[in-house]
C-alpha cells in the first residue's frame, strides 16, 4: 500500500475516533489502517480513543496491533493512552488499557512525567475515585 492510502485510510480511523463510530473503525482497520500510524500533528490513534473514552475503539486498535503504552506527542495530545483516559476518568478505556498489557506505573514523557494514577487524583477534570481504585487493583506503586 502506498504512502497516500495509508494516510486516507489513516483520516479515515481518525474521523472515526472523533464521531465514536466503531463500524468505520473497524472498516479503516480492515482496509488496512495502521492502528499506530500517527496524524499530521504526532497523536496515535490509541491516545485519541482513549482521552475520548471511546473504549471499543481502543480495543479495535489494541487487538489490531496498536501497543498501549506508546506515547503520543500531538500538540496538545501529550502522554500515554493510560495517563489520557485516567485524566477524564474514563473507567472503562482504562479497563480495557489495562487488559491489553498497559503498565499502570509508567509515567509519562517518557518516564520522566506523572504516573495515571496522579492524573485520577489531583488532574484537570479530577478526582476520578472509581479509575484510582481500578489503577490500585491493578498495581499501583505509587501515586507521585
Same mark, same amino acid.
Request: charged share 15%; with cysteine; proline share 6%.
Given at each position: ?105 509508567? #509515567? ?5 512525567? #506523572? ?30
Amino acid at each position: 500500500m502506498n504512502h497516500r492510502q495509508q494516510k486516507k485510510l489513516s483520516r479515515r480511523l481518525f474521523q472515526a475516533i472523533w464521531s465514536s463510530d466503531t463500524g468505520a473503525a473497524k472498516a479503516a482497520l480492515r482496509a488496512g489502517a495502521a492502528p499506530e500510524r500517527r496524524n499530521d500533528v504526532g497523536t496515535t490513534p490509541l491516545y485519541e480513543a482513549s482521552v475520548s473514552g471511546r473504549a471499543e475503539i481502543a480495543t479495535l486498535l489494541l487487538v489490531a496491533g496498536a501497543a498501549p503504552d506508546t506515547e503520543s506527542a500531538g500538540l496538545g495530545a501529550e502522554g500515554t493512552p493510560l495517563c489520557a483516559a485516567a485524566c477524564w476518568g474514563h473507567t472503562a478505556t482504562v479497563r480495557t488499557l489495562l487488559a491489553h498489557g498497559a503498565n499502570p506505573n509508567l #509515567r509519562e514523557e517518557h518516564g520522566t512525567g #506523572r504516573p495515571p494514577i496522579a492524573w485520577t487524583h489531583d488532574g484537570p477534570h479530577g478526582p476520578h475515585h472509581e479509575t484510582a481504585a481500578l489503577l490500585t487493583a491493578a498495581g499501583v506503586i505509587t501515586a507521585g
